[in-house]
């Protein structure tokens, strides 16, 4: 068996589209456009070029781009205020602050500053909560990338045995809740789990976010499950992915690495920043998205 692929950067380009209609419509109701400010703090390479590539895709779904770039050495109080400033200012409909931040700063105090209502990143402990109980609020980009692929391969996802592995906060532990609110079966399975083979080979769906090139092997996958590939490892060899390619012989789906979740990820902050403006200026969308 060869996996389908599962062409993330082609659903990315299609929700894009749809986001750009959607942001049309608020901009022809309320009179302006959804703004989106993102900030960097220092001069990592690949933080760089996220917010370069977040700016321009702004910017060509008819969305206002800000852009806040500071030093390396930014103090804690300075951040602090750009935050406040940003949840203050009307033109703002999302704020994100890009991750990760220099070591001397306090990550989850930033996170905590942003006004959940703006917080398109879905990162703030209020977010956190709502996706937890149920209620309406914004879900981290990633997460909801891959949920929207598994709904476009599987239709209905219940009942259905998910593993995911990898349980941070921006992606496992939110990627687990959305599936229990999809009526998934779900374990979470991280660096301490016992026969993490076996686990995971009960699973229809795997959901690798662990951080470690090609360390889903192709002797733990069920014959025919769909592999969500979340890693981003850069080796010697280039690009590598959580899961291992050779999986392609034993998986009935597959997302490639690169070009299927990553794609994802700037398409859907796009997506949470137009329903933040929607909501903002009381505007109904004429599609869902
Ligand atoms: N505040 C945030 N910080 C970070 C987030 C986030 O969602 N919010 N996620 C990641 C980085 N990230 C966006 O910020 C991101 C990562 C990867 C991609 C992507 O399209 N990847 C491509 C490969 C690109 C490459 O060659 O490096 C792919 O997988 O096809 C987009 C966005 C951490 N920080
Ligand atoms: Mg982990």
Redesign the pocket.
């Known amino acids: 068996m060869t996996a389908r692929n599962i062409d ?2 082609a659903f990315a380009a299609g929700l894009r589209a749809r986001v750009a209609a959607g942001a049309a419509e608020v901009t022809a109701q309320a009179g302006r456009k959804p703004g989106l400010a993102v900030v960097l703090v220092g001069e990592d390479p ?2 760089a ?3 370069r ?2 700016g321009k895709a702004t910017v060509a779904a008819g969305m206002e781009s800000f852009e806040h770039r500071l030093p390396a050495d930014t103090t804690q109080e300075t951040l602090e205020a750009l935050v406040d400033q940003l949840n203050a200012d009307p033109a703002v409909d999302g704020i ?5 931040l220099p070591k001397h700063l306090d990550e989850s105090a930033i996170i905590t500053r942003i006004d959940p209502d703006k917080d398109v ?1 879905g ?1 703030h402990p209020v977010n956190a909560g709502r996706l937890a109980t149920g209620l309406e609020g914004f879900v ?3 997460p909801l990338g891959c949920l929207m692929l598994l709904r476009d391969v599987h239709g209905d996802l219940t009942g259905l045995d998910v593993v995911v592995i990898g349980r941070s906060n ?1 992606v496992g532990k939110p990627m687990a809740q959305l599936l229990i609110g999809d009526s998934c079966t779900v374990t979470v399975a991280h660096s301490r789990t016992r026969d993490l083979p076996e686990v995971v080979k009960r699973a229809d769906i795997v959901v690798a976010a662990v951080g470690r090139a090609a360390m889903v092997k192709p002797e733990w996958i069920k014959p025919g499950a769909t592999l969500v590939d979340v890693g ?1 490892n ?1 080796t010697e060899g280039g ?1 590598v992915g959580d899961v291992d390619p050779a999986c392609a012989e034993v998986a009935g789906a597959m997302t490639p ?7 994802m ?2 398409a859907v ?1 796009l997506r949470n920043t137009l329903v933040s403006a929607a909501r903002r200026q009381g505007v109904t969308l004429s599609q869902a998205i």
Do not use: E, M, N, W
């Not at 994100?96 to 990760?100: K, S, T």
């Open positions: 993330g950067k690949a933080s070029v996220y917010v590539s977040k994100l602050v890009q991750l990760p990143d990162f981290p980009c990633t921006i981003i850069r690009l690495v690169p070009g299927g979740v990553g794609p990820t700037i902050l």
